[in-house]
Structures are given as C-alpha cells and as structure tokens.
C-alpha cells in the first residue's frame, strides 16, 4: 500500500506539472499571436526586402514580439490571479476546474518573472545592437560577423553595469558581505537590479499615471463621435470644401521653384482634409452615437477616475495611520481562501476593472510626455528601432504595474497554494517518509 501510495502521489504530481506546462503554453501562444498581429501592424512596410538586413529585421521582430506577449501576460496575471481566486470560492469542489489551482498561479508568475529578466537584459539589448551591427573591420560581412559584434557589445555592456553597481555598492556599503553578494550573480546581482528597474518603473507609472488620467478624457474625445449640439455640420463640410479648393488652386498656380510655400501649402491642405474626414465622419455617424455613446463613455471615465483618487486616497490614510496596513506588514490571504473584497465577486471585477484602467492611463501619459512623445508608434511606418524601444517601455511598466497595484492598495492578493496543493503536498511527503 505504501508504494502504491507513493506511486499515485508521483503520477498526480507528473500530471499535474504537464498540465500546468500545457497552459502556460497555449496561454502564452495566443499572446505571441496577437502581439505578432499588433506588431506587424505598425512596422514599416519598406523593411521587407529579401537580403541580408530582412533576415536581421525578422529576428529583431521576433524578439520584440516575444517582449510584448511577456509584457501583455504581466499585465494579465493581476486580473487573472483575482478571477482564480473568486472562481475557486464560487466552485471549490467542481472537477471542471481543478486545473485552476495556486501552483499554476505561482508558475505562471514565476515564469513572468523570469521572462521579463531576459527579454530586459538579453533579448532587448541583442535586438538593437544587432539591428544596427554591420560588422567589425577586416572580417567577412554577413550574419555571423553581425552575431559576433552584437556578442561583444552585450559583454561589454554587462561588464560595464557590473563595473556601475560596484562601485555604487563600495560607495554606499564598503562591507565585506555586500562585497560578496555581488559574486553572486543568479541569486543576488540579477534579483537586486530587476528590484532597481522595477522601481523606476513604479516612479514612471507615478509620473506617467496622473498625465494619463487628465488625458484620457481628450483622446476619448478624438476617437468618439461629439453630439452635435447648435451646430451645423452641412455648412461647416460646405465652408472646408471651399478652402480645400482654394488651397488646391494656389497649389496648382504656385512655381516649382518656391518650395518653401509649396511645403506651407501641403500642409495646410492636409489638415483642411483631415478636418473634413471628421466632419464627415460626424455627420455620418448615427443619433445614438452621437447622443449617448459619448456622454455614457464620459461619465464612466469620470467615475473610474473618482473611484481610483478615492482608493488611493483611503489607502495612503489607512498607511499612515495603521502600520500593519503597510504591504510587509501583512501577507493577504491565498488563492482560494478567501475573498479580497468585501462586496466578492462585484469587488473583484471593480478591481480588475481599475487595475485595466490604470495601465492604459498609464499608456496614454507615457505618451503624453514630451521626451517620449518621439515613440509613438504609426500604422505601417515604424521602424524597428522605434519598436524596440515601445517594447522596452511597455515592458518596464507592465513589470512594475502589479508593485504599484499593491501599494497603493487595489489588491491584497498573496501568492500562496491553495489547501488542496498542500494537501497534495502534504500526502506526498507523508508517502515519501513511510517509504523511508
């Protein structure tokens, strides 16, 4: 009986690593698919060539499309996490979803961590320096050549920041085992500087996340429909196109020579022609578009924005006035044992809801910024540099949006197994110590 129990408990534990194996690979394929079809939408269109720098471009496009699925299940695993857990209180004993377990939980943000320290550290680096390698000097050009540059670059790269954080290190700590901590690289030195760039992270979703919350209310406005409200649509179109021709014959009219008023006049007639898209755009858009899409849309921003200020605001109270309130004062309760709001299921969605908010205002500032208003992507005109670099950015964000989540109070979720896990667990150590 022993061996057979000892033999049941190894082939639940063998099964159950494949299946949760299984998830987090069909998981992750559906992110890479849907980041290729994002990616390939903005990418510039004259990279396409059949040559040596195509082969180069595909490479750095599937990086980049790795980076972007990591970062959009970073995003997801916060939501995710919250769903599980509310899903095994409403059903703790349905066999439909014993999958849906705090191991596959816990493996599916340890991988998260772990591919967000490689595509930061290794694959985003090689992207760009093999996107711009040609080669050292004296040796053949071709593919290998570009490898063995982009090669040397990421080891003198990394000694460099290694060089960075020793001497940041004698500077603030001269101590013999801080010293040492450094020769440690996989536990200590990587752990310490993802620690580093996830707290940037959370000081640029700070400065980026108030931008993005002023802004939303003006892109919302840009994409949807505004009622027409004591206006006339029919004169406005009839007033453009009058200034469409006009500038159309002055443009016709004007010499070839004078190509600074040809370059004035280009420019203004493609903001004329714009402004008459959108014209037309709301004429054509129906009544209830007009009038109920774009106020119900408004309020509900409004209320997602109040909402937000007041959770923060009870939060950042509750931590000054309740030490235990603080995120190292208290571990939350582990996936499936108990709800983390008090409304349940309602609470949950409201947190999630905020938690989607919250990142794409996130977006929309980072954007906003001038010294990143550069790398905003354009439809089929970006360049994988450009690319490159929105990947870095969303990925650093992504990676820091569940610390600032939990700090500023949105979820008290505490990664743990769940009891039928340490059951599990528990049985099998049990065969394992009668076997002995």
Known sequence: MEGQ????????????????????????????????????????KSDEQEDEDAIVNRISLFLSTFTLAVSAGAVLLLPFSIISNEILLSFPQNYYIQWLNGSLIHGLWNLASLFSNLCLFVLMPFAFFFLESEGFAGLKKGIRARILETVVM?????????????????LIDNDAASMESLY?????????????????????????????LSRMFTVMGQLLVKPTILEDLDEQIYIIT???EALQRRLNGLSSSVDYNIMDLEQELENVKTLKTKLE????ASAWERNLVYPAVMVLLLIETSISVLLVACNILCLLVDETAMPKGTRGPGI???????????????EII??????????????SLRFFGNFIPKKD??????????????????SALPVMSRTLGLHKLHLSNTSRDSETSKASANGHHKAL
Not at 187 to 198: A, D, K, N, R, V
Not at 354 to 367: A, E, N, Q, R
Not at 382 to 396: A, D, E, P, Q, Y
């Open 5 to 44: 129990d000892e033999v049941s408990a190894r082939e639940q534990h063998f099964h159950s690593q494949v299946r949760e194996s299984t998830i987090c690979f069909l998981l992750f394929a559906i992110l890479y698919i849907v980041s290729y079809f994002i990616i390939t939408r903005y990418k510039r």
């Open 184 to 212: 440690d690289l996989w536990e200590f030195y990587l752990p310490y500087l993802y620690s580093c760039i996830s707290l940037m992270g959370c000081l640029l979703l700070l400065l980026c996340t108030p931008v993005g």
């Open 381 to 398: 005109d970006t360049t994988m540099t450009k690319i490159i670099g929105n990947c870095v950015s969303i990925l650093v964000l992504s």
């Open 354 to 367: 905020l938690i989607f908010y919250l990142m794409v205002s996130s977006v929309v500032g980072f954007y």
């Open 336 to 350: 499936g044992n108990a709800s983390l709001s008090a409304f349940g299921f309602v609470g949950a969605a409201l």
């Open 242 to 244: 009058l200034e469409e």
């Open 281 to 284: 755009r709301r004429k054509k």
């Open 154 to 170: 990421l080891v003198l790269l990394a000694l460099l920041i290694l060089g960075i954080v020793w001497v940041a290190s004698a």
